[in-house]
């Protein structure tokens, strides 16, 4: 079985900063992706950002010079630093990944993690 278990979050003011990390855990034999999503009220889940294991990565349009994603492949972790947050940043943020166990890539995601922006 595979976990991911997330940490950071919180309630922060307009302008400010969090640090979002997950952890895969379990019987991984590699990580193909690793990434973020959120959901805020009444809306679809959409990507934030996404890292490949090789290094590469994409940002939604709407984070892109304020979110920086970044990967320890040695530790199975990705970490999402989130600079200049505001108030459309509110959400619950999910860590997903593409992981690879025995011979089958299978999508996981973590449990959430709220993020709010407010005053």
């Known amino acids: 079985q595979v976990q991911l278990v997330e940490s950071g979050g919180g309630l922060v003011q307009p302008g400010g900063s969090l640090r979002l990390s997950c952890a895969a855990s379990g019987s991984i034999r590699s990580i193909i992706t690793m990434g973020w999503f959120r959901q805020a009220p009444g809306k679809q889940r959409e990507l934030v950002a996404v890292i490949r294991s090789g290094g590469s990565t994409n940002y939604a349009d709407s984070v892109k010079g304020r979110f920086t994603i970044s990967r320890d492949n040695g530790k199975n972790t990705v970490i999402l630093q989130m600079n200049s947050l505001n108030p459309e940043d509110t959400a619950v943020y999910y860590c997903?990944?593409?992981?690879?166990?025995?011979?089958?890539?299978?999508?996981?995601w973590g449990q959430g993690t709220q993020v709010t922006v407010s005053s």
């Open positions: 997903n990944a593409l992981i690879v166990v025995q011979l089958v890539p299978n999508n996981y």
